[in-house]
């Protein structure tokens, strides 16, 4: 079955900065790359998503970058704010008439004022 | 996108005992899903939850500790039978509204301490 790492489990930034966080995934098939931000105490909200047609997906702040061949994507934020602050997962899906998310085991970023 | 409710939001409860959590959707979806999350861990599928249909559950779970009901298209429950210390989880459920396929909107939660 598909397999998702996620790195790094922590990521602690300065207001301001950007942030990255990267996945790789193990199933070829998988064609659809959300990414959800998890506040706590909340349930995951999904903050952006990108399906294998595309290479780059850009939302205000936020971007997802993927490269096929490599298996990998990543989460850009640029400018973050504290209230930036949660736990980011990423989740790969192969699609098909019975598709299932597989998620990576989350990154904690914490952004400092 | 949808919006999504779940009952309780938070229990504790005495080993050997059950607990039905019940989900509530604001529109007709075709999939339903239930995961689990452990302290400090990432989402982990439980079931798939079809209307009309027995669910799908993922290996490493099984019907008669996580039985599902599905009788319509905006609800669904999720029972945790015979609980144990180690069901203390996040139990949460996400549906697939249709508009991209897989793309999946999540509930609240319902936070779980058994004692």
């Known amino acids: 079955g598909e397999n998702v790492e996620q790195h790094p489990s922590t990521l602690s930034v300065q207001e301001g900065d950007s942030a990255v966080i990267k996945c790789t995934y193990s199933d070829s098939a998988s064609n659809y790359f959300p990414w959800y931000k998890q506040e706590l105490g909340k349930g995951p909200q999904l903050i952006i998503d990108i399906r294998s047609n595309v290479g780059e997906k850009k939302d205000q702040r936020i971007a997802v970058t993927l490269n096929k061949t490599a298996k990998h994507f990543s989460l850009h934020i640029t400018e973050t704010q504290p209230e930036d602050s949660a736990v980011y997962f990423c989740a790969a899906s192969n699609g098909g008439g019975y598709s299932t998310l597989t998620f990576g085991k989350g990154t904690m970023l914490l952004v400092s004022p | 996108s949808a919006v999504i409710s779940q009952k309780p939001s938070r229990d504790i409860c005495q080993r050997g005992t059950s607990l039905t959590i019940q989900c509530q959707v604001d529109s007709q979806v075709t999939m339903m899903f239930w995961y689990r999350q452990q302290p400090g861990q990432s989402l982990t599928l439980i079931a798939t939850a079809n209307q009309g249909s027995e669910a799908t559950y993922e290996s490493g779970f099984v019907i008669d500790k996580f039985p599902i009901s599905r009788p319509n298209l905006t609800f669904s429950t999720l029972t945790v039978s015979n609980m144990s210390p180690e069901d203390s989880s996040i139990y949460l459920c996400?549906?697939?509204?249709?508009?991209?396929?897989?793309?999946?909107?999540f509930g609240p939660g319902t936070r779980l301490l058994v004692l």
């Open positions: 996400s549906v697939e509204t249709g508009t991209g396929a897989e793309t999946q909107y």
